[in-house]
C-alpha cells in the first residue's frame, strides 16, 4: 500500500498533464476520448484519497462526456457514482442523489449487480446525510443482500457500516456496535486499510453516545493514526473533530481546538457548507479556554 501511494504521487504531476491533454482532445480523437474517459477511473482508490473533490468533477465531467461518446456504459455508470460522491462530499446529497440514480438505471440496464449494489449504498448513505435513517436502511439493507450474493466482501463490509451508522442516528448505539464490529473484522480480513479505520471511528463514536469516553478516545486515536497512514486527509478531518469533541469534555479545551480545527480547515478548503458552522464551535472553545475554563 504503501508503495502504491509513493508511486501515485511521485507520478501525480505526469497524470495531470496527461488528462489536461485527453481532456482537450477528446472531441474530435477517439483515442483521446478513451483515455480521457480512462483517466478518471484508473486508479480511483487513490485519486479518492488525494484529489480534491472538485478537482474530482473537474476530471469527471469531460470522462462522462467521452464515455456518451464512445458509448461506454459500464465507464458511464461508474462516472456517474464518482460524480455523486463527489457532490456528497461537498454537501450536495440532493444532487448527489440524481447521480447515484443515473447509476443505478444503467448497472440494472447492463447486469452489472455490483455496480447496483454501490449505487444502492450510496443513495442510502445520501438519505442519511438529508436525516431519512429508515429510507436509507432499505437501500443498504438491498446492497448487503446482493454483495452477500456475488461475494462482495468489501461491499459487505461497507454495508454493515452503513446500517450501523443509520441505527446510531436512530438512537441504537449497541445495535450500531454489532455492525460496525463486523465491519471491522472484515475490514481486517481483506487489507482494507482504510475500511478499517472507519470501523475504528464509528465503533468510537457509539462507544462515545454510551458515555465510554476513554474507550471512544482509544478507538479514534487509532483511526486517525490510519489515515495518516495512508493520507486519508477527509478521514483523519473526521476524526480530528470527534477526538477533540472528547478532549473537550474533559476541559483539554487547547488540544480540543487545535484537533477541530483540522476538520474546518479541510472543509473550508472543499468549500462545504458546514465550514462555518464548525468554525463558530471551536470559537465557543476559544472563548472558555481564554475564561479559564481548564
Same mark, same amino acid.
Given at each position: 500500500?504503501?508503495?502504491?501511494?509513493?508511486?501515485?504521487?511521485?507520478?501525480?504531476?505526469?497524470?495531470?498533464?496527461?488528462?489536461?491533454?485527453?481532456?482537450?482532445?477528446?472531441?474530435?480523437?477517439?483515442?483521446?476520448?478513451?483515455?480521457?474517459?480512462?483517466?478518471?477511473?484508473?486508479?480511483?482508490?487513490?485519486?479518492?484519497?488525494?484529489?480534491?473533490?472538485?478537482?474530482?468533477?473537474?476530471?469527471?465531467?469531460?470522462?462522462?462526456?467521452?464515455?456518451?461518446?464512445?458509448?461506454?456504459?459500464?465507464?458511464?455508470?461508474?462516472?456517474?457514482?464518482?460524480?455523486?460522491?463527489?457532490?456528497?462530499?461537498?454537501?450536495?446529497?440532493?444532487?448527489?442523489?440524481?447521480?447515484?440514480?443515473?447509476?443505478?438505471?444503467?448497472?440494472?440496464?447492463?447486469?452489472?449487480?455490483?455496480?447496483?449494489?454501490?449505487?444502492?449504498?450510496?443513495?442510502?448513505?445520501?438519505?442519511?446525510?438529508?436525516?431519512?435513517?429508515?429510507?436509507?436502511?432499505?437501500? #443498504?439493507?438491498?446492497?448487503?443482500?446482493?454483495?452477500?450474493?456475488?461475494?462482495?466482501?468489501?461491499?459487505?463490509?461497507?454495508?454493515?457500516?452503513?446500517?450501523?451508522?443509520?441505527?446510531?442516528?436512530?438512537?441504537?448505539?449497541?445495535?450500531?456496535?454489532?455492525?460496525?464490529?463486523?465491519?471491522?473484522?472484515?475490514?481486517?480480513?481483506?487489507?482494507?486499510?482504510?475500511?478499517?479505520?472507519?470501523?475504528?471511528?464509528?465503533?468510537?463514536?457509539? #462507544?462515545?453516545?454510551?458515555?465510554?469516553?476513554?474507550?471512544?478516545?482509544?478507538?479514534?486515536?487509532?483511526?486517525?493514526?490510519?489515515?495518516?497512514?495512508?493520507?486519508?486527509?477527509?478521514?483523519?478531518?473526521?476524526?480530528?473533530?470527534?477526538?477533540?469533541?472528547?478532549?473537550?469534555?474533559?476541559?483539554?479545551?487547547?488540544?480540543?481546538?487545535?484537533?477541530?480545527?483540522?476538520?474546518?480547515?479541510?472543509?473550508?478548503?472543499?468549500?462545504?457548507?458546514?465550514?462555518?458552522?464548525?468554525?463558530?464551535?471551536?470559537?465557543?472553545?476559544?472563548?472558555?479556554?481564554?475564561?479559564?475554563?481548564?
Amino acid at each position: 500500500m504503501r508503495l502504491a501511494l509513493r508511486l501515485f504521487d511521485r507520478e501525480w504531476d505526469n497524470m495531470q498533464v496527461g488528462q489536461a491533454w485527453a481532456a482537450a482532445r477528446f472531441q474530435d480523437d477517439r483515442e483521446a476520448a478513451r483515455i480521457c474517459s480512462s483517466y478518471a477511473n484508473a486508479g480511483a482508490y487513490l485519486l479518492d484519497l488525494r484529489e480534491h473533490p472538485r478537482d474530482q468533477i473537474r476530471w469527471l465531467e469531460p470522462a462522462l462526456a467521452a464515455a456518451r461518446l464512445r458509448e461506454d456504459r459500464p465507464e458511464q455508470e461508474i462516472h456517474l457514482g464518482n460524480l455523486g460522491n463527489a457532490y456528497a462530499y461537498l454537501g450536495e446529497p440532493r444532487r448527489a442523489i440524481g447521480f447515484y440514480e443515473q447509476r443505478l438505471a444503467i448497472a440494472r440496464e447492463i447486469g452489472d449487480r455490483r455496480g447496483e449494489g454501490y449505487a444502492l449504498g450510496t443513495i442510502g448513505l445520501a438519505y442519511s446525510d438529508l436525516g431519512e435513517h429508515q429510507r436509507a436502511i432499505e437501500f #443498504h439493507d438491498q446492497r448487503l443482500a446482493i454483495s452477500r450474493e456475488i461475494g462482495d466482501r468489501r461491499g459487505e463490509g461497507k454495508s454493515l457500516c452503513n446500517l450501523g451508522n443509520a441505527y446510531a442516528a436512530l438512537g441504537e448505539p449497541q445495535r450500531a456496535i454489532e455492525f460496525y464490529e463486523r465491519h471491522l473484522a472484515i475490514s481486517r480480513e481483506i487489507g482494507d486499510r482504510r475500511g478499517e479505520g472507519t470501523a475504528l471511528g464509528s465503533l468510537g463514536v457509539a #462507544h462515545a453516545s454510551l458515555g465510554e469516553l476513554q474507550d471512544a478516545t482509544d478507538l479514534y486515536e487509532q483511526r486517525l493514526a490510519i489515515a495518516e497512514e495512508i493520507g486519508d486527509r477527509r478521514g483523519a478531518a473526521e476524526d480530528s473533530w470527534n477526538l477533540g469533541q472528547q478532549l473537550a469534555q474533559r476541559h483539554d479545551l487547547a488540544r480540543a481546538a487545535d484537533l477541530m480545527q483540522i476538520r474546518v480547515d479541510y472543509e473550508r478548503d472543499i468549500g462545504h457548507p458546514d465550514a462555518e458552522k464548525h468554525a463558530a464551535e471551536i470559537e465557543a472553545l476559544r472563548v472558555r479556554l481564554a475564561a479559564g475554563d481548564v
